[in-house]
């Protein structure tokens, strides 16, 4: 059985500017996560990225366009990365400050999303 926290740590050592990864089931309830920033209140963070991940898949699925494969969101310090792993689980991960490698960090989310994966099947 895969260690969840284990490998979201390793994600979070892997991307400068890492603070936040999480793994959500769609109903708001959170899997696992890893946290750098201990201000972060995980439970409503939580909450808060899965209503928007809802809205947004509802919004694709109205368009007939096929299901919400990836999202980002940047304010004026963080970037979102939100990547759904099946109709029942999401991970994102948040990225903060000047020098973000969103490439790096889109790259190495997308390969954990895919361990993650097999191991809830």
Do not use: C, W
């Not at 928007?52 to 694709?60: E, G």
């Not at 969103?102 to 895919?114: D, I, N, P, S």
């Amino acid at each position: 059985m895969i260690n969840y926290e284990e490998k979201l740590n390793k994600l979070l050592d892997k991307i400068s500017g890492s603070v936040l990864v999480s793994i959500v089931g769609t109903d708001g309830m959170g899997l696992a996560h890893v946290k750098k920033d201990d201000s972060i209140d995980i439970e409503k963070m939580d909450a808060d990225v899965t209503s928007i991940i809802l809205n947004s898949d509802k919004v694709a699925k109205s368009r007939d366009k096929g299901n919400l494969m990836e999202m980002f969101f940047t304010t004026g310090y963080s970037t979102y990365i939100i990547i759904p792993i099946n109709e029942l689980y999401f991970v994102y991960l948040i990225v903060e400050g000047e020098n973000q490698n969103l490439g790096l960090a889109r790259y190495e989310l997308h390969k954990t999303v895919v361990e993650i994966e097999e191991s809830l099947k």
